[in-house]
C-alpha cells in the first residue's frame, strides 16, 4: 500500500502495469468507430497518390520549358489538350506543349510541373506563361502522401473525424478497436440521496456519480451507474464483489471523511483485493484509492464534488484509456498569466480553479471555492498547476493551467 | 457577395445575424443532455447548503474558545457529543465546549468554525486544541456554494459531466435545451466514388464528407450524408433544393477547383438563395461559401482535405454552434516554441499543421505537406498560426497553436 509521492504520468504508467486488465479488440465499421482506439497499425494498401497528381488548377508543363519566364518575357507553349477530373490523359507531353489541368488531375506523361492559372494568359491553342516552376512544383508525386505500406494510423490512436475520412479515403470500412472497458459507478455516504428524492437536512442528492459515469461515457466507455452504497463494510463488499464480476473497472465516489475512505479500503481487502495507492500528493484530488479487485481494476474517488471531478479528471481517465489500449499523450497546459497572489504547500501538486478571460493575452483568474462547494466545479474553466516545489505564485506571473 | 478579408470569430458573428434560422427548444432528461447547450438559465431553488456545513473531519468549536492555542498551551474542551453526517446535531456548543463533526456534517448552534482532526488530541471527554482557527474556517456558510436564485448554469452554456452533477445535486431532472440542427452533408466532384467502390486512376474514395459528418456528430449535431454529387449544376441545385427542405444546414464538400466553385455559387443563386461569402482570407480554407437557401445556412467547403477540415472547424462549427444557441467563447491557443522557419504570405491568415513535441517546453514542429495531401490531416497534432500581417517566423520563436 503505497501513497504515491508526487503525481506524473510516468507514476500512473508504472502502477498501470500492476493492474492485469488485458484490452479486448473487436472489428468495426469505421463509421462506427468514432472515439474508440484503433488496435491496430493500419497501412497504407498502395502509393498515394498512385500517379503524379496536380495541386492547383493550371497547365501542366515540362519545367525546363518555362525556365526564366516572366511578364516581359513569357514562354510561349502549344495548348495539346485539357484534362478531366477523373480521366487519365492518353497523350504525352512534348518539348514547348502543355495541357489544361485542374486540382487533382493526373499529369500527362513528358509533364513534371504545374504553372497555376493565375501565372498564364490563353490565347487560342498557344498559352502564354509569366513565372517558371521548379520541377514538381504543385504536383504531388505519386506516393508522397502515403507511400505502400506506410503506417497511416497507429495501433492505440484515438478514432477521430479525420481518422475516419483517412479510412474512407483508403477504402478500409473495417478496422480493428480496443472494446471499451465495461465500466460500473456508484456513490457511498449513508447522506447522499438520489437525485429524485427530497434531501432531508444534513442529506445531498448525488452529484459525483453522475459527472464520473458521464465523463466515461464521453470518452467512451460503457459506463454503468449502481445504486447509492451505504456506508456499511458488508453493503460496500458486496458492491464491490458484485460489480467485479460484471465489469472491468469498479468506481465508488464518496468517502471524503478519512472514516469512511478506511472502511473502502478494508472492504477492498476482504473480497481478496490488493490496494496499489491509497492517496496522492495533489490537491484536490488526494485521497484517491487505486486496487486490484478480482483482476479488475478498482478505484475509490473522493467525495468533494471538485476533488472527485480532479481525481477524475486526471487519475482514473488516463488510467482507464491506457489500460484499455489507447497511446495517451502527456496533456497539454495552457500558458496564461496570473490575476491574483495563490499560496500553495510544499510537497503536493495543487490545483487551483480559475477562469480564462482574454485581455489581448490570456489571463488566469483564481475562483474562490473551498473544497466541500459543488458549483465551482461549474465555475471553473481550467485549473492552475502550482508544481510540488512551490510555495505560492505571484500576480502577473506566466503560469500553466489544465482544461479537463 | 463578399470575400472576408480578415478571419476572425467577430466577423464570423456579423455573418451569423444575417442568417435566419432560430434556435428550437425542447425538455431533455439530464441524463440524456450530454453535450446539448443548456437553453435556461437555472438557478439554485435554495440556498446551499441549507446550514453551516464542515469541510474536513474534526471538532466543531467557538472559533474564540481556541484562540492563541498551541502546541505548548493546547486549549482544553469538552467533548459534548458526536454529529452523525446525515443529522442535524439537536444540541447547543456552549462556552468551552466542542463536538466531533465529519466533512459535510452540520455545524450545531454556537459553533462558528472547525478544527481539522490533525490539530486535536482526545483525551476521554476532553479534547486539547494545538491550533485556533478562525471564525468560519473550515465551514461552509449557509448559501456560500449557491445562494437562493443565483444562476449556477447559463443559458448558452455547453452541457458537460459537471453540469449534469450539479444539476443532479439540485434535484433539476428535466432541463431546457436547444434542440440539436439536422446538418445535411454531401460531396461533390465527377471525380469522387463512394468508400466501398473501387477507384478507378483519377478517381479518389470520398474522405472529406465522412470527416465532416462524424465532426458535427461529435458536437451533438444530428447529421446526416447524403449520396455523392456530380459536378453539374441541375444535380447540385436539386440536391441542395431537397436537402434545404429538410434540414437546417446544407453542407457540400469539395470543389476545390475555381470552375466547380462557381457552379456551386450559381446553384444557391439559381435556387433563390443568396451567398454571403465567398471565400476567407485564411490558408489552407479560402475557397469557403456561406450563404442562405431557403431560410436555411448553406457551407460550401473546400475539396482539399486539410482546407475542408480547418475550414470545417474554424468556419462551419463554430457558425452552426453559434446559430443553434450556444454562447461560443473563443478558441483558446497553446503557446509553444518553433522548431523550424515558416514563411507566410502578407495579409492571409495562415494555419500551419503542427506536430507537437515535449523537451522541456512545448515545441511546434511544422509538418510538410501539401494541400492536396489526405494523411497530413491525421499526421498533424495542432495548427500554428501565422497573423495575416506577417510574413514569417524564426525558430525559436513563441507562437500560438490550434488544436482543433
Known amino acids: 500500500m503505497a501513497f504515491l509521492n508526487l503525481f506524473d504520468q510516468r507514476k500512473l504508467w508504472e502502477l498501470a502495469k500492476k493492474i492485469p486488465l488485458e484490452p479486448v ?4 465499421s469505421i463509421f462506427d468507430a468514432l472515439g474508440l482506439v484503433c488496435a491496430e497499425d493500419v497501412v497504407a494498401p498502395e502509393d498515394v497518390p498512385p500517379k503524379a497528381r496536380s495541386e492547383v488548377d493550371g497547365y501542366a508543363v515540362r519545367s525546363r520549358d518555362v525556365k526564366g519566364a ?3 518575357r513569357p514562354s510561349l507553349l502549344t495548348c495539346v489538350g485539357s484534362i478531366a477530373v477523373d480521366e487519365v490523359p492518353q497523350f504525352e507531353l512534348n518539348a514547348g506543349e502543355c495541357a489544361y489541368i485542374p486540382t487533382g ?5 513528358g509533364a513534371d510541373a504545374v504553372v497555376m492559372i493565375e501565372f498564364v494568359e490563353e490565347s487560342g491553342n498557344y498559352v502564354e506563361v509569366f513565372k ?5 512544383e504543385n504536383v504531388i508525386p505519386p506516393g508522397e502522401d502515403m507511400a505502400l505500406g506506410d503506417v497511416v494510423v497507429k495501433r492505440g490512436q484515438r478514432i477521430t473525424p479525420q481518422v475516419i475520412g483517412l479510412l474512407s479515403y483508403l477504402g478500409r470500412l473495417q478496422v480493428q478497436a480496443f472494446k471499451p472497458f465495461r465500466v460500473f459507478v456508484a456513490a457511498t455516504g449513508n447522506e447522499i440521496v438520489e437525485p429524485n428524492q427530497v434531501p432531508r437536512l444534513g442529506q ?3 452529484a459525483n456519480s ?4 458521464t465523463m466515461l461515457k464521453e470518452k467512451g466507455f460503457d459506463a454503468q451507474r449502481g445504486a447509492i452504497v451505504p456506508d456499511e463494510l458488508s453493503s460496500i463488499r458486496e458492491v464491490i464483489n ?6 472491468d473497472a469498479v468506481v465508488l465516489t464518496g468517502g471524503s471523511s478519512a472514516g469512511i475512505r478506511d472502511l473502502v479500503v478494508r472492504a477492498v481487502e476482504e473480497e ?3 490496494v496499489l495507492a491509497h492517496g496522492f500528493t495533489i490537491k484536490p484530488g488526494k485521497p484517491t484509492i487505486i486496487g486490484i479487485i478480482k483482476d479488475k481494476l478498482f478505484v475509490g474517488l473522493p467525495g468533494h464534488p471538485m476533488s472527485c471531478f480532479v481525481s477524475a479528471g486526471l487519475i482514473l481517465m488516463p488510467l482507464l484509456k491506457k489500460l484499455q489500449g489507447e497511446d495517451v499523450k502527456p496533456t497539454l497546459l495552457l500558458k496564461a498569466r496570473l490575476r491574483t497572489a495563490v499560496f500553495s504547500r510544499i510537497g503536493v501538486e495543487e490545483w487551483i480553479p480559475v477562469r480564462l478571460r482574454y485581455e489581448e493575452e490570456l489571463w488566469a483568474e483564481p475562483v474562490f471555492t473551498k473544497s466541500g462547494m459543488v458549483s465551482s466545479m461549474v465555475r471553473n474553466e481550467g485549473f492552475l498547476r502550482v508544481p510540488p516545489e512551490c510555495e505560492g505564485l505571484e500576480p502577473g506571473e506566466v503560469v500553466e493551467v489544465l482544461l479537463l
Open 242 to 247: 458484485k460489480a467485479a464480476q460484471n465489469y
Open 70 to 72: 516572366s511578364v516581359e
Open 132 to 136: 517558371p516552376v521548379a520541377p514538381l
Open 210 to 213: 453522475f459527472t464520473v459515469l
Open 25 to 28: 479488440l473487436e472489428q468495426k
Open 272 to 274: 481478496g483485493g490488493t
Open 204 to 206: 445531498y442528492r448525488d
Open 105 to 109: 488531375g493526373i499529369l500527362p506523361t
